[in-house]
Structure formats: structure tokens, C-alpha cells
């Protein structure tokens, strides 16, 4: 037999299509804007953000998320957009120690963006704390291969080689993070 179907009026459903449970679809407001970059830029100004200012940020990322979906037509400048949001929405949750949460949005911004440079070192680091070294290898192996000239991508790889283990392959690309001008602030030992 076939489960029925919930009625219209069952509590979930209702949950899930009230009004006061969803945001309205907008064009943000430069006011809301500022306050989203203050909140998920936190750490350049000292000021960690309250509760309150996490769970706005989060629903607002998610609303514009949203907007910017219904309204996607493939092009490059709306994917730049999301991409962006995911972004930030990802160092929201890695800041909330929420590392898996963090991958996903990662995740999604590189579906946006596939050769993303600052999506790939994040979800490099993502990984490394959540303690899948085996692919934060692989994103950090990515990132050496389309970043060659960006410190970063050493740095990233010769952290996750470091965690593995790898001291000779962490100490080559600390060396290299060296030869592109950027120095080595905690060497693997």
C-alpha cells in the first residue's frame, strides 16, 4: 500500500509554507549589505559577531541565495554572485566550528565557480579540520596545479602534507611558498 499523502493542513506542511517562516524575496538593502560584511569580515575588525548577528546573516545569505537563483539566467555575473555568498556563508559556519556545513557551501561555491581559487583554499582547510586529509590533499593538489604562482596553494599543501605526515613533502612546498616572496609563519616540524 501507498503512504497517503499529508493534508494541506497538516502542522508540517504548514511549517514549511507559512508566511512568517520565510523571508520575502528582495534586493538587499546597502544598510543590510554593510552589516553582512561586518559580520562575516569580523575577524579584520576584532569584533566577534553576537547570536543574533549569525542567525540574520546566515538567513539573509540564504534569502539573497534564493533571489539571485529564481532570477538566474546562466550568466556569469549572477554565478559570481552566488558564488560569493557561499562564500561567506561557509566562513560563517567555519568560524561556528560547523566544518561540514562549511564543505557543503564550499562545495556549492565551487559549483558556481569550478576553479575558484579562495573556494578551493577554504574547503582545503575545511577538510584539514574536519580531518579528511585525503581530500583536503586533493583540493590542495587542485589549487597547486591552477594557482602556480599563488603562495596559498603552497601553504594550503604544505599544511595538509604536514597533518599527514609528509615533513620532506611539507618542508619542499614551504620552500616554494619562500621562492614566490611569502614567508612561512609555523613550519612543519
Known amino acids: 500500500t501507498k503512504p497517503k499523502p499529508l493534508p494541506t493542513t497538516s502542522p508540517s506542511v504548514a511549517v514549511k509554507t507559512s508566511p512568517t517562516k520565510l523571508l520575502p524575496e528582495r534586493q538587499p538593502t546597502p544598510a543590510e549589505d554593510e552589516r553582512l560584511e561586518k559580520i562575516t569580515n569580523w575577524s579584520d575588525r576584532g569584533v566577534k559577531p553576537t547570536a543574533d548577528d549569525i542567525v540574520w546573516a546566515s538567513s539573509y545569505i540564504f534569502e539573497q541565495i534564493k533571489y539571485l537563483k529564481n532570477r538566474d539566467k546562466g550568466d556569469k555575473e549572477t554565478a559570481e554572485k552566488i558564488r560569493g555568498l557561499y562564500l561567506k556563508h561557509g566562513a560563517l559556519r567555519g568560524s561556528l566550528l560547523d566544518f561540514k556545513g562549511e564543505i557543503m557551501d564550499l562545495t556549492n561555491c565551487l559549483v558556481y565557480s569550478p576553479k575558484d581559487h579562495w573556494c578551493t583554499v577554504s574547503r582545503v582547510y575545511a577538510y584539514l579540520a574536519d580531518g579528511n586529509k585525503p581530500l583536503a590533499l586533493a583540493d590542495a593538489n587542485k589549487l597547486v596545479e591552477l594557482q602556480p604562482q599563488w603562495s596559498l596553494s603552497f601553504k594550503a ?30 613550519p612543519c616540524k
Open 157 to 186: 599543501r604544505a599544511n595538509v602534507h604536514c597533518a599527514m605526515g609528509n615533513k620532506s613533502l611539507a618542508l619542499a612546498d614551504e620552500r616554494k611558498v619562500v621562492e614566490l616572496g611569502d614567508t612561512i609563519t609555523t
